[in-house]
């Protein structure tokens, strides 16, 4: 299994940017698929970015053009660069590692995640 921490959230005003952290430990990190989530309050966990292994990615439409995902496999980090931030992108973001086939599958552990908060 891989254990996941996030890290980088914090209060920013609208249009401001962001980066995240994840940093992952056990098993092979650079082997998996990648993925960053969030769940806004009162709303279900949705997903925002992912990552394969190779390098290809792929984004919620919410987020293209100002959400960047990447991957540091030396380092067992994935990170979530995230620009032009708007109030309805404040929620707490989780990275997972995932099973991409026709939809993106989280298969590890929840972290605690990290809060980001936009305010307008």
């Known amino acids: 299994q891989v254990q996941l921490e996030e890290s980088g959230g914090g209060l920013v005003q609208a249009g401001g940017s962001l980066r995240l952290s994840c940093a992952a430990s056990?098993?092979?990190?650079?082997?998996?698929?990648m993925a960053w989530y969030r769940q806004a309050p009162g709303k279900q966990r949705e997903l925002v970015a992912s990552?394969?292994?190779?390098?290809?990615?792929n984004y919620a439409d919410s987020v293209k053009g100002r959400f960047t995902i990447s991957r540091d496999n030396a380092k067992n980090t994935v990170y979530l660069q995230m620009n032009s931030l708007k109030p309805e992108d404040t929620a707490v973001y989780y990275c997972?590692?995932?099973?991409?086939?026709?939809?993106?599958?989280?298969?590890?552990?929840w972290g605690k995640g990290t809060l980001v908060t936009v305010s307008s």
């Open positions: 997972n590692a995932v099973v991409i086939t026709i939809v993106t599958i989280p298969v590890g552990y």
């Open positions: 056990g098993s092979i990190f650079s082997n998996k698929a």
């Open positions: 990552i394969t292994s190779g390098g290809s990615t």
